[in-house]
């Protein structure tokens, strides 16, 4: 089955999103969450890679959507070019204080993706045993057990969950034909010390209110994750009939999530 493309994205335009990463690593940038975090982007750097469509990324719709990277692999970095660009950021004198694969597209999508987790722990194990390596994924990856089996080597793993049913998970990210939202449910359970991202909207289409919300802390509840970090949208979105929640519904939807839950919830927003 062929991917899908740009072309049958909606119309609602695209202006004003953020650039592509052009390169291997960039940053380190200034998280909420990870201090200075330096990104390591295993995705191509002239278009977004991934295996969701989601209505609120900061980069845009995704050019090639699909789970089978196979026929993009020469468009994504070599695996010693990535090693090579990470070990001499650990050499540097640069502070970070994370390693963190992320970057235009799904990074779990990488043909050699165990592998490379695999190498950059030892290289960071040997130049700044202190550091911490993060993934932030978008949790369809988890369908490989090498991708599951390599996460007991990751500091944080952070995987994203903004639906507790398939009709919304549909509508907000808008997965590739072949992601499975029962399974991803499924692999988020069986994991050990894992974060929970979710995104949170108003608008068409939306998760925060009635149903929608408590099938999404059902979810968590049968998940028990670490913790859960929920955000809104702050920067430009290629979907314009969503909406921004305002800092005091998303400590509003914290409260509820735990009182529902038992999982701690954590609010991020821009002061």
Known sequence: MSPSTDKENPSQPSANVLPLQRGILYGPV??????????????PVE??????????CHYGWTKIHTVDTSAYEKDMPRFDDVT???????????????????????????????SIVAEIVRLRDRYRPGL??????????????????????????????????????????????????????????SMNAIIIQTVLVHGT????QGQDLQAYFDRIRAIRPNAVHIYSIDRP???????????????????????STGVEFKPYFLQ
């Open 30 to 43: 200034n998280s909420r969450r990870l201090g200075r975090s330096l990104g390591i982007n295993l995705m």
């Open 47 to 56: 278009y977004k890679l991934c295996s969701f469509n989601c209505v609120y």
């Open 84 to 114: 090579d660009a990470v070990k001499k950021a650990l050499e540097s004198g640069e502070a970070f204080d994370y390693l963190t694969f992320s970057g235009n597209g799904e990074p779990t999508l990488y043909p050699a993706f165990s």
């Open 132 to 189: 911490k390596i993060a993934l932030l994924s978008n949790s369809s990856g988890l369908s490989l057990a090498d991708v599951r089996n390599v996460m007991t080597l990751i500091d944080l793993p952070v995987f994203k969950l903004d639906a507790g049913a398939d009709r919304t998970f549909n509508n907000i990210n808008r997965p590739d034909q072949n992601v499975d939202f029962e399974e991803i449910i499924e692999h988020l359970r």
């Open 205 to 208: 289409p939306c998760n925060t």
């Open 237 to 259: 979105v290629p979907n314009t009939n969503i909406e921004r929640v305002l800092p005091e519904g998303l400590a509003r939807i914290a409260r509820l999530g735990i009182r």
